[in-house]
């Protein structure tokens, strides 16, 4: 019976983020164009786009191999896969246990290395652009990301999402000056991962400036719908990581009630709208930057990453 | 009993060479010789292993040969016969891909006779127990891969490799032998079991410990001692290049385990400082120069490079961790080392055979010149595919696994009391981190640019699929990779009784934790299941794919490429593999190796291309290896002035030399 | 005892050299050659089993028994290379028939003195031997008559006459120190009597002795800055005196020099001849190894590396002890077995291009295989690296030195290094790459070459217990 | 009486490295060779009275070697070689007459100080003998480094040599010194025989060694 439970709450996690990825596109969407006093398309435009291209029929290069049809399915697996570990509004799902947080973040490499293959596997020129600077950022965006894991991995005692959370949750961390990097560098990272401004331009087909759609290019139909809602799924990881790391207030606790299970969702609902908030305001309020700068702004964050590890190390021995 | 199968089999490898040099280049002889060594890897395969897990007690065995007094000592032990396992899975491997491979060898008569010789010395070394049997075999293995990266000496730069390759060689051997006399002591102990017994003092001991980081590690690949390695192995033909970087890089590795671990007693906190930063420094700079490779073989040298790096990391980790009496902690950075030690040998191998693949189809090694090739040989795309997910440490092949362990190994670095370790130990873990990723793009390099888009030349438009025997070779090892990956458990229970032996404690028994999944110190702190991982993406991806084909539509055209609406008629217009890298070359390059863009414009009116030429000094070589050739040859030089003198001359030197003498006479006290 | 095989040794190429001076075909008296030499390579082989009891003037023990048998086996070998190589220089011209019948007979000379330097017990004796052999060798490097022969055998037998004076001087002072306690006469130059009383005798004069007996044999040793002579003789003269000189008559001046120094090991209160050994074994290591970088002429590179290993045992014997002793003993055998059989190779090589020039010959292991790999391996040999046996004498070597002066070890290690460096950097162009220069057919035999090879990996792999005890006792006697 | 037997071979000997000076101080050839003639007449002298005091008949046979050989033949042979290959009578000196000398000072004291070393119960005649002959035999060496001809090298060899025959008679009792004498003749003979074979007209090495290691392809 426990059993089952389990299962039906992981199973509902998995669910819950496939379901919620897109309305949080459409929700930022929807914010920025507000903001720049547009009326915007409506909440729900993602799901429609998605709907329209699961339908239409894949036209597909004449240049393109197996693995370029293989790729969407690939990398919506991995994305979908590291999205279901991410403890959204409860800790401790079945599954948590069988990674940790350094293989979410592989997980995520992995969608990409194949992303980047897929840019590749047309020979256009376009493609190309898009992989190798995809690659480029994603040199520097890792280990930030990983040095970001460090620190936290060092407050809380664990890799373990689910550990980090409770750890948290529970206060005992206190507050920590590499803490603050940590979420600095964190929020940088997920900027440049999900290709938001200022890294790059999810509405923007001008090639130069362009890095995520170059690659995608070539994509159609179903394959670009299952790609899309990857990166959707992405964009929703990334805010529920921070939201779990460090707003970890509302989270069930492992084997709570169905009560406690609500109040999660609740809180993980308005914790969402919260960070897609901000980030709408963040890139209406900010300039793309030229694609030589990104670099400077990734290594930035590395730099913040290893700065506040260093910190970590020092102060746990004192 | 294994250990004397062990013996027979490496005897037996000496009599296949004997064969070839009958046999001369009939192609029986192939057949013979690539074909007695699988059955001969095969058995030492099978010794090894079951040494290995049964857990057996240390063998030992004398033989007359060799040091008169001493004999030939020769030992098997837990941690050899993991080695062999190595040795003998990479050696099957290659001679079973040799078997189809081998036909379109140009020169025969210069491989087969060296091949079997080379498995032999490898395979000695790993069970060699006495200071002069180990030297010898050590030196016996990199002459007859000498002899081998020579085989095709028509070509220059392959004179050039061969001979760095040897000078490099004897370097590190005399390193070994100046540290191994060292601990033999004056009277020479060269055995093993009394070097174990007696500790030597301090001093001599960091003395030894720099001379055998500099004989390990200049067979190894450690920077900057990596100089001969991405000449020499390119050069020898593919079975053998896969020899060469997946499996004498680790007999070199054994050699630092042997020696630091097992023979030298306690070791100082230092020690582990030194090979920290140097491990450190190995990961970025290989993954670097290999970023900056369009050849694909040097390419995946110079990520042999990276990959000793990273084993590196681990064994520095598990010194510090030793040092400092954290036993449990030392056992899981040792373990992830060995671990590292075993993937690489396995997609190592891999790539290089796929690489082979290609060049035997193609004839070409430089990425421009290939393309598209996914299309006529799928089945290679696929392998290679798997090879470069795995070095790229993704899950859930193997190479995430070990780097995995390294990473949580450091993780436990801040129990470390010094501060020193305290500020290096982060460090390299962003080393590492930032080369696992440069490795990432470096493969997405390589296997976007040589496999997919459109064939950039006629040699590779007329490729086709490779032998069968070379397939079997590399779908074997693909799937040992994701073996590897997904139950990763059983070989780090096989590991245990060796960290156990070497840093006195080991893992926790994965056996018993449930789901098959891995935990290397609680599971409150971390655990992955690489099993559940795979099932869990094959169930979504699969899962997917069939909702939307019954849902959605399956329909699906051919269309030529899109590309934003630009005609793009030339396959030459695709990005390249220097092209591929100039972000990463913008933001490294110019710091590490010096880079120089220009644009060579061509006059008005001119209707010559453009040209962006990009210059890349390599910074080690320039301010190592040149001056000290530079010195050799000045003294050369200097000293060849007294080649040709009068006879008077020499008299007076004689006459020098007597009164020399007498004064010395003289003033005797 | 019926059969005297120490007689045998010195009669049969006395006797030899008699015959082979009146025989005018030179084809024949090639043949005869060979088999004196085949004789006297068996009468010393009978050594092994029954050596002759000591007297004034005979000596027959560990030391010598192994030197014997090696010098008259590759004065065999050595021959039967010659007579396939030498019919070759009759056709090129380069011989006439008178000289080839000089020649035939000034080696069966030059066997006889090196034998008789070796059998020897008594220095005096000792002394004739060497310099006997030193003027043959003289003779016979100016044997083609070219100008730059005459100048090599000139310039060799000026500084061996030098060299013969100083040794001489050194054996008379041995004489003054040793005839008070022995009485006058004989006794006083009869070596193992020496050893015997070398206790009582004066210590200054001994140093003194042993000064002038380094200068004189180590000019014929080759030591550093006596070698001069060395190269060209060996360049310049027919090539199997070039591997009789490298192979043996080092060696002989080499052996009279452990004599003296067992000589004053023997007594307490003279000075330790090891610094002086060691200081110039190193020099002549270092300085030939340098010199081996910018050699253009095959036959003069491996002169240098002569001189090279030359310096490695008398370092080895230098820093004495018994690893370093035994290994130098084996250094010396392996030495003369592996050089000569390169010299072989380097004469057939020679004859194949036409030249011993190393920029007119390239590519040999594709076109001649034998010849070429017979190379590799030769150098691959004298570069110290296994299989091959001279991995064992310069690993026990450098190791042992390294254990008790590390600050010795460093520059054995980079002399040893800087030799590979050059030895391959050579090897690389002569054996490897595209095939240069001209391709006639080889004249000479491989058998010899191939033979000694095969020695020196079988002593690689596995020494006769025989052999060994014998250059341990030695070792322990050398202190 | 034997004190004056002593000193009768102390005088010989001395008197020998005194000529060994001589022989360093000349600059003629022709003058060079009758100073060596006069050279070895004291060698012969020496080795007489050696004969005389050691009652050792068989050095008498060395003495009249020495005197007839090297006192008369050697020097009348270098004379006329003189003559018929024309070489010209200066001696060109590496380093200067006098500085030649002083180093030769320096030269004896240094042999005398390594012999005075020696314990004194060796035989003092001997002793005494063996310093000058160590004295001649290094001063004959320097002179053959520091001299260019051919000629006073081979002076230069000869006086050496002459040195050892000087110690080889001091030796008491020591065999083979008559034999030792003659094959030392030889080689002399060789050495002069070989000058005139190869038309050496002014040093060791007339030919021009870089255009040989040229020719053997030893420069680039």
Known sequence: MALILKLAVQAAQMMLVLALAPLLTGFVRKVKARLLRRQGPPLLQPYRDLARLLRKEVVLANSASWLFRACPYLIFAATWVAAALVPTFATGLMFSWSADLIVIIALLGLARFFLALAGLDVGTSFGGIGSSREVMIASLAEPAMLMIVFTLALVAGSTQLSTMAGFLGSGAAGLRVSLGMALIALVMVAIAENARIPVDNPATHLELTMVHEAMVLEYSGRHLALIDLSAELKLLLYVSLISCLFLPWGIAAPGAAISALLIGVATYLAKLALCGFLLAVFETSIAKMRVFRVPEFLGAALMLGLLATLLMFVSRSL | MALSIILASSAAFLVLSALAILLHAQPLARIVVYGGSLILAGAGLAAALSALIARAAPETSILPVGLPWLGAHFRLDTLSAFFLVVVDLGAAAASLFALGYGRSEIAPQRVLPFYPLFLAGMTLVVIADDAFTFLFTWEFMSLSSWALVMAHDHVRENLRAGYVYLVMASMGTFALLLALGLLAGPDGAYAFSAIRDSHPSSAPAALVLVLVLIGTGSKAGLVPLHAWLPLAHPAAPSQVSGLLSGVMTKVAVYAFVRIVFDLMGDPAWWWSMVVLALAGITCVMGVLYALMQHDLKRLLAYHTVENIGIIFIGLGLALAFETHGLGWAAALAFTAALLHVFNHSLFKNLLFLGSGAVLGATHERDMEHLGGLIHPMPLTAFTFLVGCVAISALPPLNGFVSEWLTFQAILQSPQLPSWGLKFLVPAVGALLALSAALAAACFVKAFGVTFLGRPRTEAARRAHETDTFSLAAMFALAGLCLLAGILPGFFIDALAPIAKAMVGDSMPLQRDVPYLSIVPIAEARSSYNGLLVFLFMLFSGFAAAAAIHRLASNKLRRGPAWDCGYPDPSPLTQYTASSFAQPIRRVFGTLVFRARERVEMPPPGDAAPARLVVRLSDVIWDTLYAPIARAVEYVADRLNRLQSLSIRHYLSFVFAALVGLLLVLAIWP | ?479 | ?220
């Open chain 4, 1 to 220: 009486m034997q004190n004056l037997t002593f000193d009768i071979a102390h005088l010989l000997a001395g008197s020998l490295v005194l000529v060994s000076f001589m022989l360093l101080y000349q600059d003629r050839l022709y003058a060079l060779l009758n100073v060596y003639a006069l050279h070895a007449l004291v060698l012969a002298l020496s080795v007489a009275w050696q004969a005389y005091a050691q009652d050792a008949p068989h050095l008498y046979i060395t003495a009249a070697i020495a005197l007839l050989f090297k006192a008369i033949v050697i020097p009348v042979a270098l004379h006329r070689m003189i003559k018929q290959l024309g070489i010209h009578r200066e001696i060109d000196t590496v380093v200067g007459i006098g500085p030649t000398m002083l180093l030769g000072m320096g030269l004896v004291a240094l042999s005398m100080v390594v012999m005075l070393r020696v314990t004194t119960e060796a035989d003092p005649l001997a002793r005494e003998d063996l310093a000058f002959a160590l004295s001649v035999v290094l001063l004959g060496l320097l002179m053959m480094v520091t001299r260019r001809n051919v000629v006073s090298q081979v002076v230069g060899f000869m006086s050496l040599e002459n040195g050892l025959v000087l110690a080889a008679t001091g030796a008491k009792g020591m065999p083979f010194v008559v034999e030792i004498s003659v094959a030392f003749s030889i080689l002399i003979a060789f050495i002069v025989i070989g000058i005139f074979l190869f038309r050496i007209r002014e040093r060791f090495d007339t030919v021009d060694t870089h255009a040989l290691d040229r020719f053997r392809g030893e420069q680039p």
């Open chain 3, 1 to 479: 005892m019926s059969f005297n095989a120490v007689a045998a040794v010195l009669a049969i190429p006395a006797v030899a050299a008699a015959l082979l001076a009146l025989l005018p075909n030179y084809r024949l008296s090639a043949r005869l050659n060979v088999l004196a030499t085949l004789l006297t390579f068996l009468a010393a082989l009978s050594l092994f089993f029954e050596r002759p009891a000591t007297g004034p003037y005979v000596l027959v023990d560990d030391l010598n028994n192994v030197f014997i048998v090696l010098t008259t086996f590759v004065g065999f070998t050595t021959s039967a290379f010659s007579a396939s190589y030498i019919e070759h220089e009759i056709e090129t011209g380069r011989l006439t028939p008178a000289f080839l019948r000089f020649y035939h007979a000034m080696y069966q000379v030059l066997m006889f003195a090196m034998n008789l330097a070796l059998v020897t017990n008594n220095i005096g004796v000792m002394w004739v031997g060497i310099e006997l052999a030193t003027l043959t060798t003289v003779l016979m490097v100016g044997i083609y008559r070219t100008h730059e022969a005459l100048e090599a055998a000139w310039k060799y037998f000026i500084l061996g006459s030098v060299g013969i004076a100083l040794a001489l001087f050194g054996t008379i002072l041995i004489y003054m120190a040793a005839e008070p306690s022995t009485g006058a006469g004989l006794n006083a130059m009869v070596w193992t009597d020496l050893v015997a009383k070398a206790a009582s005798f004066d210590p200054a004069l001994l140093n003194l002795a042993f000064v002038f007996l380094l200068l004189g044999y180590g000019t014929k040793v080759g030591l550093f800055p006596l070698h001069a002579w060395l190269p060209d003789a060996h360049a310049e003269g027919p090539t199997p005196i070039s591997a009789v000189l490298s192979g043996l008559l080092l060696n002989v001046a080499l052996y009279a020099l452990l004599r003296f120094k067992m000589l004053l090991a023997a007594s307490p209160n003279a000075l330790a001849p090891g610094p002086l050994m060691v200081s110039m074994g190193l020099m002549s290591l270092v300085f030939a190894s340098f010199m081996l970088y910018r050699r253009r002429d095959i036959k003069r590179m491996f002169a240098y590396s002569s001189i090279e290993h030359m310096g490695i045992v008398t370092f080895a014997f230098g820093m004495g002890g018994p690893l370093a002793n035994f290994a130098g003993l084996l250094h010396m055998s392996l030495h003369s077995l592996t050089k000569s059989a390169i010299f072989f190779a380097v004469g057939d090589i020679a004859q194949v291009k036409g030249t011993q020039k190393m920029a007119d010959i390239g590519g040999l292991t594709s076109t001649n295989p034998v010849l070429g790999w017979g190379l590799v391996l030769g150098v691959v040999a004298i570069a110290g690296l296994p299989p091959l046996g001279i991995f064992m004498s310069e690993f026990l070597v450098v190791s042992s030195t390294f254990a008790r002066e590390p600050l010795l070890a460093l520059p054995l290690v980079l002399g040893l290094l800087v030799a590979i460096g050059a030895l391959f950097l050579r090897l690389n162009a002569v054996a490897f790459g595209e095939p240069r220069g001209l391709n006639h057919k080889a004249k000479g035999s491989y058998v010899p070459m191939v033979a000694h090879l095969g020695l020196v990996l079988a002593a690689g792999i596995y020494l006769p217990p025989t052999l060994v005890v014998w250059f341990q006792n030695v070792a322990q006697l050398l202190g």
